[in-house]
């Protein structure tokens, strides 16, 4: 195996400062929605990058689960790695890697809470099964095995058997407010069409960007 001679040219389409939405979440959403138009594979997961108040990096695979004109929601444990790091420093950032379609949108901003009503109400929309595993994990931290684990879930699956599991205190949504949207369209010799939109005193900028 020769990893350095996997390369592939990137020829599917361009990406014009004309046909740019003027609102950066306007534009994500047509890129979104064609995604999930075209049925590809875990259109809403994100790489979501978080930094340790020591300053320490970390990224790890999140759902998206809601998009409005303040930004994106995701939802977790809030007693995880991610969400201690977001305690201590609340600059995070998104990745999508849209690569069937030759395309990324790298997200930067802070992360607020989402208010505990708004996460229980998603909470109460979920799968009985998501909800009890939401009780059941103490996510992050070690186990000593897949034994412990089930024996964590069927404790608390024998807590709600007669009542339906409330929402957790230590789970819930976290909303991604940018500053920072980049649009990235694969072109061939790898000149390819990158457009940021940064926020200017209230105001979004469009830049192109060389590749
Ligand atoms: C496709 C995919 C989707 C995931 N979605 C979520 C999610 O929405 N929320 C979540 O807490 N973890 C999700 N995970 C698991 C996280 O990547 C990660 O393992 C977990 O949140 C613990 O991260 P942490 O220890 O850095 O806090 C997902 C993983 C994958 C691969």
Redesign the pocket.
Known sequence: MNIADYRREYTQSGLNRKDLAADPLKQFERWFKQALDSDYP?AN?MSLS?VSAEGKP?A????L?GLDDEGFT????YN????Q?IAGNNQVALLFPWLQFERQVRISGTVEMLSPEASAEYFLSRPLGSQLGAWASD??KTIASREALSDQFNAIAERFKDRSPTTPEHWGGYKVIPEAIEFWQGRESRLHDRFEYRLVEGLWEVHRLQP
Do not use: E
């Open positions: 875990d997961a978080t970390s790890r695979t999140v759902l689960k995701f939802f977790t444990n995880s790695a991610k969400g790091d996510q992050s």
